[in-house]
């Protein structure tokens, strides 16, 4: 039975990627060596680094715009704390709209000054806050682009004096944006790229080398650059279906392309939600992420008949995060258009059976 994976993350990536890197795995393009054995100061994995690290650029429109790729480890938690270490001197700004901002500005808090600008907590993170004023003077202001647990996105971005940094963990190549705008993007790869383990950082160089603070080795973004991203020994797996992942998208025609798919997915789960009184949305309707669609049924009666039905038809990965309860249908790049048309046929016939 074919599986339809709306995991959070972990989560679904492409199959073709999944066989390329499988068969990489035993034999590294006709080598016969493995992927996992070979040295990373090879040529053949200094190939698949740069590759990688120039694609990012590609897709992100960065190219020759003053941006350097880097595939880093330890995951967008670690970058919580690099990104106070490399650019916080007096005062930061942070948007909170969820667990992870929270978890980014208790970090930064163990750097300097941390000015919470604007706030969502008091209703559960189901909205993004709009009309704040954000201070003079900051060393950088903070966002985090797409909420998995809460399933709210950000549509529009501000207009700064200061540097300003993303977290992207979760919607990363999913929709056109001006990436320009932003002086540091970081995401985690187990959404939109690939397996855990590396954590993409873009970063514009001018930003970097401003703090009065000694950084050590392994948190300093200038050290990583200086050694292309492999100062330590990379996580040659996670960047290499990385790579593979990027490139399918590249050929699928890009972010513009997948964004259609994307936006098509997400409109037809939440008109499914709006029209069957089976089920509510959580997250404010202006904010609704097209990554995450989080929903509740109204009718516990008729919860084990649709968990049922799900399994039946291969669904996996459906349940929402503990602190919302209720469902999560997580629509990442690699989720097929033909999935969430049979978790919404289901939906639909538990209103018509219920």
Request: glycine share 8%; with cysteine; net charge negative.
């Amino acid at each position: 039975m074919k599986k339809h994976n709306f995991s959070a993350g972990p989560c679904i990536l492409p199959q073709e990627v999944m066989k390329k890197a499988a068969e990489a795995v035993i034999d590294l393009n006709g080598s016969g060596l493995s992927l996992i054995e070979i040295s990373h100061r090879s040529s053949a994995f200094v190939e698949i680094m740069e590759t990688a690290r120039s694609l990012a650029l590609e897709l992100l429109g960065l190219t020759e715009k003053g941006y350097t790729a880097l595939f880093l480890q330890g995951g967008a938690s670690t970058q919580f704390l690099a990104v106070a270490y490399n650019l916080l001197e007096k005062k930061a700004g942070y948007l909170n709209t969820g667990t992870w901002s929270l978890k980014a500005i208790k970090e930064a808090r163990l750097f300097g000054d941390v000015v919470e600008v604007a706030s969502s907590q008091e209703k559960n993170f189901n909205y993004i806050p709009k009309g704040y004023d954000i201070p003079k003077g900051l060393d950088y202001f903070h966002l985090t682009s797409n909420n998995t647990i809460f399933g709210t996105q950000l549509k529009e971005f501000p207009t700064v004096d200061c540097p300003l940094i993303c977290d992207m963990s979760s919607d990363i190549f999913s929709r056109q944006l001006d990436f320009s705008k932003f002086d540091l993007i970081y995401a985690g790869a187990q959404k939109n790229m690939g397996p855990a383990g590396t954590t993409l950082v873009v970063v514009k160089d001018a930003i970097l080398g401003k703090v009065s603070r000694k950084i050590p080795s392994m948190l300093d973004y200038k050290t990583h650059i200086s050694k292309d991203s492999m100062f330590n020994t990379p996580p040659v797996f996670p960047v290499y279906v990385s790579m593979l992942t990027m490139q399918w998208l590249k050929d699928l025609g890009g972010i513009s392309a997948i964004e259609e798919t994307n936006e098509k997915k997400a409109n037809l789960i939440y008109s499914e939600i709006d029209l069957n009184p089976v089920f509510s949305g959580f997250a404010a309707k202006e904010d609704r992420s097209n990554m995450n669609a989080t929903f509740n049924i109204t009718d516990d009666t008729l919860k084990e008949t649709f968990d049922k039905n799900c399994k039946e038809a291969g669904i996996n990965g459906l349940n929402g995060h503990r602190s919302v309860g209720g469902y999560r249908a997580s629509m990442y790049n690699a989720l097929s258009l033909e999935s969430v048309g049979i978790l919404v046929d289901i939906m639909s016939e538990l209103e018509r059976k219920g």
